[in-house]
């Protein structure tokens, strides 16, 4: 990427996913991206905004198969290949630039990944800029007040990791939180006990 042109990197600079699953209380997502079974886990719904939006792509990942095959791209390519060959011209399929972020291999597949793709405009919102862990590399952010309208998800449910540290106390402050900010969220415990 450092020796793309400006206006790739830019490109680039300009996409943010949110990583999700279907797995609500899996030990395997807590063990990866759950603090190691300390955190906790959001459950989310969409909201009605969702569908009427262009800035917002959410969608389920595909998995090539066990042999690194797309059978969704290969499709795509035999149209373009086969309007190549009769038509003697050449066709872009204008969103795969966005669909094109839900592919993975096939040895992700465990994760049952949806994602949630933001375009950014540069009249949306401030972009701001971290540096990313562990590998100290700057990245560009975009936050969301939650108590608006403009992110197309509300939380519904907090679940605390099966080696959350205080989780009575833990539980019970949240609560506390939740009720002050009157955002009627659950919060839950996992039922994992068998977590090392």
């Known amino acids: ?14 996409r943010f996913i949110m990583s999700c699953t279907i797995l609500p209380d899996d030990l ?3 063990r990866l991206y759950g603090e190691d079974g ?20 959410l969608g389920r990942v595909k998995y090539a198969d066990n042999k ?7 499709f795509l390519k035999s149209i373009i290949n086969e309007i190549r060959k009769t038509l003697l011209f ?16 096939h040895d992700y597949d465990y994760e049952k990944e949806i994602r949630l793709l933001y375009i950014h405009q540069k009249t949306d919102r401030e972009k701001k800029w971290i540096i990313g862990e562990p590998y100290s590399i700057v990245n560009p952010m975009v936050i ?13 449910e ?20 939740i009720s002050e900010k009157k955002r009627g969220i659950d919060v839950t415990e996992s039922v994992k006990n068998v977590y090392r």
């Open 158 to 177: 907090v679940m605390l990791g099966p080696k959350r540290l205080e989780r009575d106390l833990n539980k019970s402050q949240l609560e506390q939180l």
């Open 68 to 74: 690194g095959r797309h059978p969704e791209l290969l």
């Open 1 to 14: 990427p450092w020796d793309m042109p400006p206006q790739s990197r830019a490109a680039i600079n300009r």
């Open 90 to 105: 050449d066709i872009k399929f204008i969103l795969l630039y966005v669909w094109r972020h839900f592919f993975k291999p």
């Open 28 to 30: 395997m997502q807590w």
């Open 38 to 57: 300390k955190g906790s886990c959001l459950k989310l719904q969409t909201k009605k905004m969702l569908s009427i939006t262009q800035k917002f792509y």
């Open 144 to 156: 969301f007040d939650l108590s608006k309208n403009e992110f197309p998800l509300k939380i519904t």
